[in-house]
């Protein structure tokens, strides 16, 4: 089978590339490693360098400014979105890369070899395609974090992206372990959930270069289960050209929000926490460390994060398993789909939570609601998407003390 060559010398756009102390203003771009924003960065109000945090109990407004303008247009909005990617990535998940100086890609018997190099150093790991036996090239794809645990949809290539390789998550000694530190050093500020997005987006980089891979890269999902949920959930925050992110019981640290979760742990629920997660693997920046007792001082909670995904595709599959937070989770994306409703597709963002099943055991009855989406968003056809249900009840009047504006 013949290897294909491609490479690339287009240069990285991201201004930041290690947190210091304290982290540096950046642009609003520095996030999205990405082009398919409308907004240029331009003409979004930077973050001040320092911060001074104050305490709010309640979920953030999504829809105002951290130097207090309101959002009342979508190119505003976008300027939050920025806005809320670098708060995230200074106090929970470390700095996102962008493109290294150089990113190669060879493709031979359905692996695909991703080569990156910046600063004198390289890596190279490789992802798996298993193609459809259905639809025809180029095919829309779903990357899935250590293979996903999702059936693969008809027509839709699927393909194995080793997340642990690019960051390991053992246990807290994992810190700093793969090649994502290979390439950036041990002390990389990016814990392990922004690491492997960074990789995603070399994935897809590497796609655009290898058109004999024949994946559509305008037509590409994210999804895994559990600890790799989490991660889908951030890829699809971080990397727009992925069109529909698919995070399946990813509980804390993906679609729970902290501060809902702290409140059901107070009342007694067995639940994941962020002052407990930390102290299991390095998914996070080790300067989240110092607000895990103090969570109602972050400027965000997951539904910012769950909120730069829109307008584009998110369906969040969960369980009712009660360390994972259903309840935090169903309150903290209905609390984001406010970003969807604000934008006009109020059904491009998708939550379904039906319990009864082992973890990550995906059931037949939540099939339907998945073909849905994957059927609108990577097959391009015009399904009914309005599926938003749970067990579990949400009070807005509890968590949320701002309004959902139409943008403009
Ligand atoms: C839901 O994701 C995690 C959870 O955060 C951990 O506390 C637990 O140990 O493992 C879950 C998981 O990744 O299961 C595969």
Known sequence: IPSTQASSTIPTTTLVTSVTSPPPASSASSSSATRATSTSAATC???PGSISLKANAKLNDLFTMFNGDKVTTKDKFACRQAEMSELIQRYELGTLPGRPATVTASFSGNTLTINCGDSGKSISFTVTITYPSSGSAPYPAIIGYGGGSLPAPAGVAMINFNNDN?????????????????????????????????GVSRVIDALELTPSARIDTTRIGVTGCSRNGKGAMVAG???KRIVLTLPQESGAGGSACWRISDYLKSQGA?????SEIIGEDPWFATAFNSYVNQVPTLPFD???LAALIAPRGLFVIDNNIDWL???SCFGCMTAARSAWQA????????????????HCAFPSNQQSQLTAFVQKFLLNQSTNTAIFQSDFTFSPSQWVDWTTPTLS
Do not use: C
């Open 302 to 304: 997951h539904h910012s």
């Open 45 to 47: 109000s930077a973050l």
């Open 343 to 358: 934008l006009g597709v109020p059904n491009n963002i998708g939550y379904s939570q039906i319990g009864s099943h082992a």
């Open 270 to 274: 067995n639940i994941q926490t962020a």
């Open 325 to 327: 937070g259903p309840q």
């Open 166 to 198: 690019i960051a390991a998550q053992v246990n807290t000694g994992s810190r700093g372990q793969g090649k994502f530190y290979d390439l950036y050093g041990k002390s990389h500020s990016a814990g392990a959930m922004t690491a492997w997005a960074w």
């Open 237 to 239: 925050a971080f990397e």
